[in-house]
């Protein structure tokens, strides 16, 4: 069983950044790909970014290509996403996940090709 923990959510204002982390304790990251998703309020999860552990390559959310940057320490076992110009509507809880199956990384984009979540984080952008 992976356990994943997020941290690095809060509070900012529009335009501002945060920088979100995924930790897995205990063990190495060994899945084959980590990303991100987020739920805001009365809405389905969505896709946000995600990462090959071994190689690297990304997959980004139209929504966020060009804000947000994903990438991972496999010393660490750690995955971040960068958010920088954050806008009102990136409020939502942001959630880390991992897939454990060789899915190609266009394939990634559906909360249904991973395996494990983490709790969660909570992310609020004011105007």
């Known amino acids: 069983q992976v356990q994943l923990v997020e941290s690095g959510g809060g509070w900012v204002q529009a335009g501002g950044s945060l920088r979100l982390s995924c930790l897995a304790p205990g063990r190495a990251f060994s899945s084959v790909s980590a990303g991100w998703f987020r739920q805001a309020p009365g809405k389905e999860r969505e896709f946000v970014a995600t990462?090959?552990?071994?190689?690297?390559?990304?997959l980004y959310a139209d929504s966020v290509k060009g804000r947000f940057t994903i990438s991972r320490d496999t010393g660490k076992s750690t995955v971040y996403l960068q958010m920088n110009t954050l806008k009102p509507e990136d409020t939502a809880v942001y959630y880390c996940a991992a897939a454990t199956s060789t899915t190609p990384i266009q394939r990634l984009g559906v909360a249904s090709a991973y395996d494990y979540w983490g709790q969660g984080t909570q992310v609020t952008v004011s105007s």
């Open positions: 990462i090959k552990w071994t190689a690297g390559a990304t």
